[in-house]
C-alpha cells in the first residue's frame, strides 16, 4: 500500500487556476497542512471521506467556480488513483515471481530458500525506504515549488489589487469629475436659461412699449387725419354753394342777369362738331325742364356757316327759351346766331361784328358761278335774316356795313349793338349761379402752336366743358404768325373775323 498526498494535489490543481478567481493563498496553503491518506490498490473511484474533504476545502470559493474546482479535483484524484493501482499491480506480478522462485528452491534447498528469501527481503525494504526518501524530497521539493507559486500569486494578486483600487479610484475620480461637469453644465443652463428668460422679457417689454408708441403714432395720425378731414370738409364746404338751385323763368331784372347750371359754352372757331356739341345739350336741358338755357359767348370770332345755321335753328325750335349771353367778342357767325337769337344780352362793353361771308372758290368759270350762287344763298339765308331783324333789306344792311368800316367789319360796342338791334338788352351785371363751386383756373382753352418747326400745347383746365378745336400756328416766311383753317365742306362757307389775315 502507498501513501497519496491529497493537498498537494489539491494545491497543485488550484495554482492552475486563472486569478481572476481571488483565493487567498492562505486558503491554498491550508492544504499543505492536511495529513497523508492511505490509498487503496484497487479500483478508481475516489473514497467518500475523500469526496467529503473536498467538498469541504472548496465551500470558500466563489459560487460561479466552486463547481468547477471541485469537477477538476476529483478528475485529478482519479487519474491518480488510477496511476497508483498500475504502479500495485506491477509489484503484485514481482511479487508473484519471486514466490514461485521460492517455491523451486525451498523444493531443492530448503535452507537456500531461506536464505535467499532473507536477501530478497532486505533489498525490497531498502528499495521502499529509498521510495520513501524519494517521495519526501519530492514532496519537499513540490511544498518549495508550492510556497514559490504562492508567493508570486500573491504578488500577482497585490498587483491586480491595486491595479483594482487604483481603477475604482480612477472611476471616482472620472465619476467626481463628470458629476462637477454636470453640475457645471447645469449651472452654465440655468444661466443661459435666466438670460434667455431676461430677453425674452425685455424684448416683451420693447414690444410692448413699440406697441404703445404705435398706437400713439396711430392715435395722433387718425387724428390728424380727422383734422385734415374736418379741414378738407370745411374747405369743400367753403367751395361749393350749398342749398336748392335757381331757376327763375324771368333771370333778366333791372339790368342784371342771373346764369344758371343750364349753360352752354361757345368759344373759339365754330367749326365741325360745334354744333353737335351745342344742340346735344340744348336737347338735354329741354327734356330736362322748360327753365331757361343760356348760351354763353366769351369769345368767338365765328366759323362755320353751315355749323351755325345748325346752331340757329336749334335755338329757335327749343321749347325751353335759349338766352344768348356775350361777355366780350361775337364776330360774324357768333354774332349772327346773338342777333337771330329770342333773347340776347351782352355787356356795354362787349364788341360785336358782322361782314359778309368768304369763301375759297376754284374749278372753272361755271364751277365757280355755281359756288358764287351757293356762297349768295348762305349768304342771304343768314345776312338776310339779320337785315330783316333791323327792318333793312340785305343789300342795304351790306351797304351800312361797308359805309361804317371800309372793309366791311362792322363791329361796335354792347350799347351801341342794342341799338343797332344786333343783341336785345345790356346787363350791367351778369351773374354765374349755376357756379356753385370754387374755381379751380381759366376755362378750357387749348390751342397748338410752333415757332420755327417747334410745337407745344398749352392747356388750362376749368369749370365748363366744351367743345375743342386745334388749330397749329404757324410763322410765314415773312415772320407773320397764322393758323391754317380746316378744310370746309364744298357748300360751306367762312363767316370769322379775320383782319390781319391770321386765319389763312
Same mark, same amino acid.
Given at each position: ?108 534447498? +530448503? ?45 500577482? @494578486? ?71 378731414? %374736418? ?41 365741325? +362738331? ?28 365765328? +366759323? ?17 327759351? %335759349? ?68 327792318? @333793312? ?20 360796342? +354792347? ?53 375743342? %378745336?386745334?388749330?397749329?400756328?404757324? %410763322? ?8 391754317? @383753317? ?19
Amino acid at each position: 500500500m502507498t501513501r497519496l498526498s491529497l493537498p498537494f494535489l489539491l494545491a497543485g490543481l488550484l495554482m492552475t487556476m486563472p486569478c481572476s478567481t481571488f483565493v487567498s493563498a492562505a486558503e491554498i496553503a491550508a492544504f499543505s497542512e492536511t495529513e497523508m491518506i492511505a490509498t487503496p490498490v484497487f479500483g478508481d473511484e475516489i473514497p467518500d471521506d475523500w469526496e467529503e474533504q473536498i467538498d469541504k476545502k472548496t465551500e470558500e470559493f466563489p459560487d460561479e467556480v466552486r463547481e468547477t474546482i471541485r469537477e477538476k479535483l476529483k478528475a485529478a484524484v482519479r487519474k491518480r488513483l488510477s496511476e497508483e493501482e498500475a504502479s500495485g499491480e506491477e509489484t503484485d506480478e514481482e511479487a508473484d515471481d519471486s514466490k514461485t522462485k521460492e517455491s523451486e528452491s525451498d523444493e531443492k534447498n +530448503g535452507k537456500e530458500k531461506d536464505e535467499e528469501t532473507e536477501k530478497k527481503e532486505t533489498p525490497k525494504k531498502d528499495l521502499i525506504s529509498e521510495e520513501a526518501k524519494k517521495l519526501k524530497a519530492e514532496m519537499e521539493l513540490d511544498a518549495l515549488r508550492f510556497k514559490h507559486q504562492v508567493a508570486m500569486y500573491e504578488k500577482e @494578486l497585490a498587483a491586480q489589487r491595486l491595479l483594482n483600487e487604483k481603477s475604482k479610484i480612477d472611476r471616482k475620480l472620472e465619476a467626481e469629475r463628470i458629476d462637477a461637469q454636470k453640475v457645471n453644465l447645469e449651472r452654465e443652463r440655468d444661466r443661459i436659461k435666466l438670460e434667455i428668460d431676461l430677453l425674452k422679457q425685455r424684448s416683451a417689454l420693447d414690444q410692448a412699449k413699440r406697441a404703445v408708441e404705435l398706437a400713439a403714432s396711430k392715435a395722433e395720425q387718425e387724428k390728424i387725419e380727422l383734422e385734415m378731414k %374736418v379741414e378738407t370738409t370745411k374747405e369743400q364746404l367753403e367751395d361749393r354753394i350749398l342749398g336748392d338751385e335757381s331757376y327763375p323763368d324771368e333771370p333778366f331784372q333791372d339790368g342784371v342777369l342771373s346764369i344758371s347750371l343750364r349753360r352752354i359754352e361757345l368759344n373759339g372757331p365754330i367749326m365741325t +362738331g360745334a354744333a353737335d356739341y351745342v344742340c346735344q345739350r340744348l336737347d338735354y336741358f329741354n327734356n330736362q325742364s322748360r327753365k331757361p338755357i343760356f348760351l354763353v359767348i366769351d369769345n368767338c370770332p365765328g +366759323g362755320s356757316a353751315i355749323e351755325g345755321m345748325q346752331i340757329v335753328q336749334s335755338i329757335k325750335k327749343s321749347e325751353a327759351p %335759349v338766352h344768348v349771353v356775350v361777355k366780350r367778342f361775337a364776330a360774324s357767325m357768333a354774332a349772327i346766331i346773338t342777333t337771330l337769337a329770342d333773347h340776347s344780352y351782352c355787356y356795354p362793353d362787349a364788341i360785336i361784328l358782322h361782314h359778309q361771308a368768304s369763301t375759297m372758290m376754284y374749278g372753272n368759270g361755271r364751277a365757280i358761278k355755281d359756288q358764287v350762287r351757293q356762297l349768295e344763298e348762305i349768304s342771304h339765308r343768314l345776312i338776310g335774316a339779320v337785315a330783316e331783324k333791323q327792318g @333793312l333789306s340785305e343789300e342795304e344792311f351790306v351797304d351800312e356795313m361797308y359805309e361804317n368800316r371800309i372793309s366791311g367789319d362792322w363791329e361796335l360796342f +354792347g350799347n351801341q349793338a342794342v341799338e343797332q338791334k344786333w343783341v336785345d338788352h345790356v346787363a350791367t351785371t351778369i351773374r354765374e349761379q349755376g357756379i356753385r363751386t370754387r374755381p379751380k383756373g381759366m376755362r378750357v382753352t387749348r390751342s397748338l402752336f410752333s415757332f420755327g418747326g417747334e410745337q407745344a400745347a398749352q392747356e388750362s383746365s376749368g369749370y365748363q366743358e366744351r367743345y375743342e %378745336v386745334f388749330l397749329k400756328e404757324q %410763322v410765314d416766311n415773312k415772320g407773320q404768325r397764322f393758323v391754317k @383753317l380746316p378744310r370746309l365742306s364744298p357748300i360751306d362757307a367762312w363767316l370769322i373775323y379775320n383782319p390781319d389775315e391770321y386765319y389763312r
